[in-house]
């Protein structure tokens, strides 16, 4: 399989409660607040691992929770927080958001690691809310619910080489030849319609001692205009950007070799520029059906516009020639892999948590009238969306009047109260926060 791809729900732990408790002693009457904290939900981080190599666990299960954080108790006692629970994908998986499409993150390195979704703060317990005018406050916040969301994640399996050329070239039959795929081999254009994947073991294929393997990517026919979609399209080019190296495969019977070869590296160009300073090694094949006159001539022709490029005769057929091709395939790939290594490395930002739902612009808090009051008391409705604020409203437990003041003086106190004002809000009107209605009072 080319491209793998699953859909999955990821859910981390909610914090624990805060406990509301009073200290107690025997024959003493009135003791201080002593509820502890909630610990903190577990997060769910991935992490890219070299020893895996495709998405099948996500298939078998789709539905990822981690542990809660333990409640907190009497005597100042705190809860435990939850594990994080640590998964592991493949280095190259793509992260998207189910709904928007929107790419989260690419895991291009191994250890690279995205906290998929955060663990939920665990409840303060009543004991953090003593204070001079409120000795003993009579409730605690509840733990804020995990994050919770919907991901697809895609593994595009990243081959070094790639086989390129035009339809009907002998470019599935040399994938066939030198690796362990099993494509399907015709003699029609277009036989190939998605990529198939190979994996070439050097030493076995060459005869030499050499203990390395490397991936190959047999891609469609590509024709003239194929960056523009035409034939099986640009859906391939963009294969072709993530290979190292390109095995430009070309039967010698073509009328214009030459020719058929600039096409090919003109539609690479095309496509993007940077396919362009990819090694090329050209195999010239089905040097079986001409004799070895003819396949020499057409090797000059073919040299006159491919100056510095390296050319194989072989027959995908027969083997000939090919084992020199995969030594020398092996060789240039080493050393663009050495090249690369030498290149700066892009900086990994890990734990890097996107909370995309509570981003906003600059601002704390938003305001908005989302419903005029048609009813005859004319209550109006406004959503009030900001992160410090959202979290106080999952944390508070709305039945507590003392907790609920809490939510009060901070509507007051951030200025959310004055906003609402400006606004129109009266007495009575109805404030949306997240999943709970209050109302407005002035
Ligand atoms: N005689 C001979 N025939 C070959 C050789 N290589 C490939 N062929 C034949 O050429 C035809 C096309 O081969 P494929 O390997 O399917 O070609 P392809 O490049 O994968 O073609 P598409 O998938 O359509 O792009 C088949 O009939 C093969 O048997 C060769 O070295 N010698
Ligand atoms: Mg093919």
């Not at 390109?246 to 396919?275: C, F, G, P, Q, R």
């Not at 995969?326 to 909370?355: C, D, F, G, N």
Request: proline fraction near 3%; charge should be positive.
């Amino acid at each position: 399989m080319f491209c793998d791809q699953t859909t999955v729900t990821f859910i981390a732990g909610n914090g624990g409660n805060g406990c509301i408790s009073f200290w107690r002693e025997k024959f003493v009457a009135k003791g201080g607040p002593d509820g502890g904290d909630g610990g903190n939900g577990g997060s769910i981080l991935l992490i890219a691992d070299e020893n895996v190599d495709t998405l099948s666990d996500f298939r078998t299960q789709k539905r990822y929770k981690a542990d809660d954080g333990e409640t907190g108790r009497g005597k100042n006692q705190h809860g435990k927080a939850a594990e994080d629970m640590i998964l592991k994908v493949p280095v190259g998986t793509m992260i998207y958001d189910l709904e928007s499409k929107r790419l989260f993150e690419d895991l291009k390195k191994a250890g690279q690691t995205y906290v998929m979704v955060q663990g939920g703060r665990g409840g303060k317990g009543n004991a953090r809310f003593a204070s001079s005018t409120l000795q003993a406050p009579k409730f605690a916040e509840i733990g804020e619910p995990g994050e919770r969301r919907e991901i697809t994640l895609e593994l595009k399996l990243i081959a070094d080489v790639g086989l390129i050329g035009l339809p009907s070239a002998g470019k599935s039959t040399l994938i066939a030849a030198i690796s362990n795929a099993k494509p399907k081999i015709a003699d029609y254009p277009f036989t190939t319609l998605i990529p198939n994947l190979g994996l070439v073991e050097v030493g076995k294929i060459t005869g030499k001692k050499i203990k390395s393997s490397f991936l190959a990517a047999d891609i469609p026919g590509l024709i003239e205009g194929a960056h523009q979609g035409k034939g099986l399209g640009d859906e391939f080019l963009k294969h072709v950007t993530r290979t190292k190296v390109l095995i430009h495969v070309i039967d010698v019977n073509e009328k214009d070799v030459a020719k058929s070869y600039e096409t090919i590296n003109a539609e690479l160009k095309n496509y993007n520029k940077e396919l362009t300073k990819k090694p090329q090694i050209i195999a010239l094949n089905k040097s079986d059906t001409v004799d070895e006159e003819t396949m020499e001539m057409i090797t000059k022709e073919l040299k006159k516009v491919a100056k510095k490029v390296k050319i194989f005769q072989i027959s995908a057929v027969s083997g000939k020639g090919i084992k020199d091709l995969m030594l020398e395939t092996y060789k240039v790939l080493q050393a663009t892999k050495k090249k690369q290594a030498k290149e700066p490395e892009e900086k990994i930002e890990s734990y890097k948590v996107h909370r995309p739902h509570l981003k906003m612009s600059g601002k704390r808090f938003e305001v908005v009238l989302v419903k005029l009051g048609s009813n005859q008391s004319g209550t109006k409705l406004f959503n009030i969306r900001g992160k410090s604020i959202e979290r106080m409203v999952q944390m508070t437990n709305m039945n507590n009047e003392q907790a609920l003041e809490r939510v009060y003086l901070y509507i007051e106190k951030s200025g959310i109260a004055k906003e609402l004002k400006e606004k129109g809000a009266q007495e009575g009107d109805q404030m949306q926060i997240v999943n709970k209605i209050l109302s407005f009072r002035e």
